[in-house]
């Protein structure tokens, strides 16, 4: 059995509670965390009791609004804690002294809002000499994302040595990707023909019907996606490779918010106190332990 498979099997009982978790969560509206903690605000869902604490609650301590997206289980509406990265955040600003605000948009709007000011910040976004001119980018990131390539066991019983894009050519395999998604660049520059679909689901689907031979995700995303478009029992079904990339993730903070500038010199400011470099250790997002997984 090779390393990938041993990995893919190990991450089923994770990933199926997490979906459980995903499915059973049905509420919707803005996503507001409060230092540890969380309320979430829905049209006609909240008693006129509850909205006044919130109000009052608000009103008299330093809140932060971050403009985010649908990215799940790192960010979303519909889990605890609004996601993996979401409750590092939310742990992050209130060791600072702040509460924090989540205010679930589209990607591309997160985006615009916070470049033009109406957000001070989002995430979780890599940084690219592009976002470094439009945003701050702090020196420390809020996560890492391990991109991997998921295959049919069946079709690969020996396992695939991939540990980088051009392997796919190496080994003659045809992958699927998702339009706008950041693989797709990649294998336009190197070149690898792809079958390239709107959206996860028809890339999973496509994967699964042996259309392709492997489909590059983050791996925390990619086990939770394959499980909602193809079910909990498809896991056994599939295995990982070795990660290709290993990205910092950041929080990008708008050079156009009057408070933009502040936040990114105190949050750097913390995360250098023994308190902040306990949780980038726990986390793995200090520099040292970045240099170490790459």
Known sequence: MTRAVQRAGYR????????????HAAFSGVAVAYAGSYVVQSD??????????????VANEDKIRFAVAEWPPMVTETMANFGKHAHRVTEIFAAMGYRVQFDFLS???SY???KRGEYVGTFPWLSTPERARDFLVPRYPVAQAYQRGFYRKSRFPGGLDVTRFEDLRTLGLRPVGIAS????????????????????ESAWRFLDAGRADILFEEEEVGWLDLMRNLGPDATQAYAITEPITTDSMFILISRNHPDGPRLQAEFEAFMDT??????CVRWDICETHI???N
């Open 12 to 23: 089923v009982g994770t990933f199926v509670f997490v979906a459980l978790m995903y499915a």
């Open 44 to 57: 006609g869902l909240n008693t006129t009791t509850q909205q006044a604490q919130i109000s009052h609650r």
């Open 107 to 109: 990607w591309q709007r």
């Open 112 to 114: 615009e809002l916070t």
């Open 181 to 200: 998604y950041w693989q797709e660049n990649e294998f336009i520059k190197l070149g690898i023909e792809a079958e390239i679909v709107a959206n996860p």
């Open 274 to 279: 023994p308190r902040g470099q306990l949780m």
């Open 291 to 293: 240099a170490e997984h």
